[in-house]
């Protein structure tokens, strides 16, 4: 069992940048690709951004493309997601996700076993 702890968030204005972290926590051969994903109130959670284990392969949605960077810490089991240039859009609860595979950055969240609580950024105009 693999354990999610979500931190950073917080309100901004527009143009802001912010960093979230989501701290893994059980059993390191359980942790492998970790990604992030957002909701508002009545949609569905959508895909943001995805690492894999080693880190060299990373995936972003067309909407963060060249705004968000993610990135982990594997000696310290986390994973960040580093928001620049915010926008009112971005507003929603973002939530940190781990997988079993190693391999791969998928964007569907049936890829994921594991999911944090949620953190809130609120973006404002």
């Known amino acids: 069992q693999v354990q999610l702890v979500e931190s950073g968030g917080g309100l901004v204005q527009t143009g802001d940048s912010l960093r979230l972290s989501c701290a893994a926590s059980?059993?390191?051969?359980?942790?492998?690709?970790m990604g992030w994903f957002r909701q508002v109130p009545g949609k569905e959670r959508e895909f943001v951004a995805a690492?894999?284990?080693?880190?060299?392969?990373?995936g972003y949605a067309d909407s963060v493309k060249g705004r968000f960077t993610v990135s982990r810490d594997n000696v310290k089991n986390t994973v960040y997601l580093e928001m620049n240039i915010l926008k009112p859009e971005d507003t929603a609860v973002y939530y940190c996700?781990?997988?079993?595979?190693?391999?791969?950055?998928?964007?569907?969240?049936?890829?994921?076993?594991?999911w944090g609580q949620g953190t809130q950024v609120t973006v404002s105009s």
């Open positions: 996700a781990v997988r079993r595979n190693f391999a791969g950055v998928p964007q569907t969240r049936d890829a994921y076993d594991y």
């Open positions: 059980g059993r390191s051969l359980s942790i492998g690709g």
């Open positions: 690492i894999s284990r080693s880190g060299g392969n990373m």
